[in-house]
């Protein structure tokens, strides 16, 4: 019998949208409890940490969006096809999540004179060394795909942080990354993400 899957997190992209990509590219139902800022003081105490985003697979729930997204990835067999692809996005991935926490740190600075040196330093040696690499990995991989030659939560990952970097104020100029360019058309224009991503919800981040 199919799992019943039931996703919890704001109405917003934010850290918990790879998941829904993950459903999406997957094909997989699943019920997308999208949560009002609003309400979140009455949800806070029923879930696990306290914290969103949260999956519950058959009624048990399960914190932590980069848990959940690889759980889901291997669910669905987008993780890739051996344990050394899987070494392979995990450390693209953390790449990734490290450059996604430094811009949101970095655009609530409240402090304009702190936030101008971190601009500078997230322009001058964060996204170079992520991007970097990046494009490094996709220049040896002729399939167009970050890892292996199919979709895994590795690409969805760097859609995803693609977004919310123009999101934030066109932090990255594409044009300086030829085959990152070349490697979101390709996932974006794939038919169940492009059905996706002109359906979701227009959110502000």
């Known amino acids: 019998?199919?799992?019943?899957?039931?996703?919890?997190?704001?109405?917003?992209?934010?850290?918990?949208?790879?998941?829904?990509?993950?459903?999406?590219?997957?094909?997989?139902?699943?019920?997308?409890?999208?949560?009002?800022?609003?309400?979140?003081?009455?949800?806070?105490?029923?879930?696990?940490?306290?914290?969103?985003?949260?999956?519950?697979?058959?009624?048990?729930?399960?914190?932590?969006?980069?848990?959940?997204?690889?759980?889901?990835?291997?669910?669905?067999?987008?993780?890739?096809?051996?344990?050394?692809?899987?070494?392979?996005?995990?450390?693209?991935?953390?790449?990734?999540?490290?450059?996604?926490?430094?811009?949101?740190?970095?655009?609530?600075?409240?402090?304009e004179t702190k936030k101008v040196e971190l601009m500078k330093k997230f322009k001058e040696e964060q996204l170079p060394k992520c991007f970097g690499y990046i494009e490094k990995a996709l220049s040896e991989n002729s399939s167009g795909f970050l890892v292996g030659d199919q979709l895994t939560w590795g690409d969805l990952a760097l859609i995803d942080l693609d977004d919310m970097l123009h999101n934030f104020g066109n932090l990255i100029n594409l044009d300086n990354f030829p085959k990152l360019t070349a490697h979101k058309k390709q996932i974006e224009a794939s038919p169940q993400i492009s059905t996706y991503l002109k359906h979701r919800p227009v959110t502000s981040h």
Do not use: C
């Open 1 to 111: 019998m199919a799992k019943k899957f039931v996703y919890h997190y704001f109405n917003i992209k934010g850290r918990g949208e790879i998941p829904r990509l993950l459903f999406a590219a997957a094909g997989v139902e699943y019920t997308d409890d999208r949560i009002e800022f609003s309400d979140w003081p009455n949800i806070k105490g029923t879930t696990p940490l306290g914290a969103l985003p949260y999956l519950e697979v058959d009624g048990q729930k399960f914190p932590e969006s980069v848990a959940i997204a690889r759980y889901l990835a291997n669910e669905f067999g987008l993780a890739g096809k051996s344990n050394l692809d899987k070494l392979k996005i995990d450390v693209l991935v953390d790449q990734m999540i490290l450059l996604r926490e430094s811009a949101v740190t970095m655009h609530f600075e409240k402090d």
